[in-house]
């Protein structure tokens, strides 16, 4: 399938910058003309992801958090999020919802299933000791 946009960008591993990469996707997208509903689930999987980055992968230290999104012809959108923190040791056991690594502080664990649940499609491959990749696709135009 042919791509009809690209972007790449890249910023500090800091919670101020979450909204940041919500805003930088949605204006990304904002060509397709997506619904509020299609364009609030994106923003809020990318802002997942950025903070499970920013929590997990980092565990709050400073890093940098990486974004390339890709829009191709017939309206999907594919969105990855990519940290070079401390990666995930078993993926499968980390999407399980309730599941968490912060377990001192408040977190809930239901990162990947909120991403799962505004996303056609979630992938996250990882390395321990080299960081983690998480991989949204939305096709929008699909609530018309």
Same mark, same amino acid.
């Given at each position: 399938?042919?791509?009809?946009?690209?972007?790449?960008?890249?910023?500090?591993? #800091?919670?101020?910058?979450?909204?940041?990469? @919500?805003?930088?996707?949605?204006?990304?997208?904002?060509?397709?003309?997506?619904?509020?509903?299609?364009?609030?689930?994106? #923003?809020?999987?990318?802002?997942?992801?950025?903070?499970?980055?920013?929590?997990?992968?980092?565990?709050?230290?400073?890093?940098?958090?990486?974004?390339?999104? @890709?829009?191709?012809?017939?309206?999907?959108?594919?969105?990855?999020? @990519?940290? #070079?923190?401390?990666?995930?040791?078993? *993926?499968?056991?980390?999407?399980?919802?309730?599941?968490?690594?912060?377990?001192?502080?408040?977190?809930?664990?239901?990162?990947?299933? *909120?991403?799962?649940?505004?996303?056609? #499609?979630?992938?996250?491959?990882?390395?321990?000791?080299?960081?983690?990749?998480?991989?949204?696709?939305?096709?929008?135009?699909?609530?018309?």
């Amino acid at each position: 399938m042919k791509s009809v946009n690209e972007m790449k960008l890249s910023f500090p591993s #800091k919670s101020c910058n979450e909204a940041f990469a @919500r805003s930088a996707v949605a204006a990304f997208i904002m060509n397709l003309d997506p619904t509020v509903n299609e364009l609030s689930d994106l #923003k809020t999987a990318v802002s997942e992801a950025v903070t499970n980055s920013i929590v997990h992968g980092y565990r709050r230290q400073s890093g940098v958090i990486y974004i390339s999104g @890709r829009i191709l012809e017939n309206g999907r959108v594919t969105v990855k999020i @990519r940290d #070079k923190g401390c990666g995930i040791a078993d *993926v499968e056991q980390a999407m399980q919802p309730l599941f968490t690594t912060a377990a001192d502080e408040e977190r809930a664990g239901l990162g990947f299933a *909120v991403m799962q649940s505004f996303c056609d #499609k979630v992938r996250v491959t990882s390395t321990v000791g080299k960081g983690t990749t998480v991989t949204l696709e939305k096709l929008i135009g699909a609530d018309d």
